[in-house]
């Protein structure tokens, strides 16, 4: 089996809305929404991943509240392990710095969205908790 690597996203929720991110064109699964998010450095924990991540790609900082069922996902170029978590904003101003855009929608507009893969069953199961966790 090929080595799976470690990958966080965050499901970032703000005034009862969810941000999802549209991958460019520049990157794998191009044209795809997404959590926003990336792969763990060695020796960093999966929420300083999160946190610096989301940092990096979105110009915002935010505060971890649970942690969903991670993901192991096979695409052609490698396996992922994708850990999600359930974030909300602290501070900083909204700036889609790799993707595409950014843009906020309900939880019922989430399934209608074209997924990457990965994200496809965190998008799922956040569902299924949603009224709790908005």
């Not at 790799?98 to 199961?125: G, Q, Y």
Request: charged share 25%.
């Amino acid at each position: 089996m090929n080595e799976v690597t470690p990958v966080t996203c965050a499901i970032i929720i703000d005034k009862g809305k969810v941000l999802a991110a549209l991958r460019s064109r520049q990157m794998s699964q191009s044209w795809k929404w997404e959590f926003p998010g990336g792969k763990i450095d060695e020796g960093e924990t999966a929420e300083a991943c999160i946190c610096r991540e989301v940092n990096e790609e979105l110009s915002i900082h935010i505060k971890i509240n649970q942690q969903l069922t991670p993901v192991i996902h096979s695409y052609p170029e490698r396996t992922i392990k994708l850990i999600p978590f359930i974030c909300s904003i602290e501070s900083g101003e909204l700036n889609a710095v790799e993707h595409e855009k950014v843009c906020w929608f309900s939880p019922d507009e989430l399934p209608a969205l074209n997924w990457a893969e990965a994200d496809r069953p965190i998008m799922t199961e956040f569902l299924k908790h949603s009224s709790v966790l908005i």
